[in-house]
């Protein structure tokens, strides 16, 4: 069956970076898109950016671009999102999904990125 | 403030039928990009509900539909049940963002 495992838990300070890891299996991995979503405490739903898996070609939401990066290992069948300069309002819980084409069918359980001084 | 509008709660007894909207314009919804619909239970992961529309995955009850009209797009409940009651969104793509996008979402509750 299609999973998505995502890493643990993270804290970081202000100005630092994190890189979460979704790591997945029961699919042809270079066969679909991965897409991240945030939810901050209480919010809905933020898109922040897709990759696909095939040839790398990336497309990130305008207010993360510099901020965001999205990269795969498809030896491993793995995918990460590294955002760097990490600001309180990061604070999220942070998805990773697959792609079919537009729309987001498996979800990772969710990483929380706590952002705090 | 999200591209897509959604109202911010929605109620219905058991057994009921509620409809959700979600009003986009002409960059997203009313240049025919797809719309989806995904559920969010308290405290789990977005599960895809609707795709492409209208369509719904394998293992989603007929009691959920989607629609897509002009610049809008509705998902219809039937036959309200208890564990119906959560968070609903709606995304699509849109052109000037050049970017997916989602509804702010809507909150559904089973009185």
């Known amino acids: 069956q299609v999973q998505l495992v995502q890493s643990g838990a993270e804290v970081k300070k202000p100005g630092a970076s994190v890189k979460v890891s979704c790591k997945t299996s029961?699919?042809?991995?270079?066969?679909?898109?991965i897409s991240w979503v945030r939810q901050a405490p209480g919010q809905g739903l933020e898109w922040m950016g897709w990759?696909?898996?095939?040839?790398?070609?990336?497309n990130y939401a305008q207010k993360l671009k510099g901020r965001v990066t999205m990269t795969t290992d498809t030896s491993t069948r793995t995918a990460y999102m590294e955002l760097r300069s990490l600001k309180s309002d990061d604070t999220a819980v942070y998805y990773c999904?697959?792609?079919?084409?537009?729309?987001?069918?498996?979800w990772g359980q969710g990483t929380l990125v706590t952002v705090s001084s | 403030q999200s591209v897509l509008t959604q109202p911010p709660s929605v109620s219905g007894a058991p057994g009921q039928r509620v409809t959700i909207s979600c009003t986009g314009n002409s960059s997203n919804i009313g240049t025919n990009y797809d719309v989806h619909w995904y559920q969010q239970l308290p405290g789990t992961a977005p599960k895809l509900l609707i795709y492409?529309?209208?369509n719904r995955p394998s293992g989603v009850p007929d009691r959920f539909s989607g629609s897509r009209s002009g610049t809008s797009a509705s998902l219809a409940i039937t036959g309200l049940q208890a564990d119906d009651e959560a968070d609903y969104y709606c995304?699509?793509?849109?052109?000037?963002?050049?970017?997916?996008?989602f509804g702010g979402g809507t909150k559904l509750t089973v009185l």
């Open positions: 492409g529309n209208n």
């Open positions: 999904a697959r792609a079919p084409t537009t729309e987001l069918d498996y």
């Open positions: 995304q699509s793509y849109d052109s000037s963002l050049t970017g997916w996008v």
């Open positions: 029961g699919y042809t991995f270079t066969r679909y898109g």
């Open positions: 990759i696909s898996v095939y040839n790398g070609d990336t």
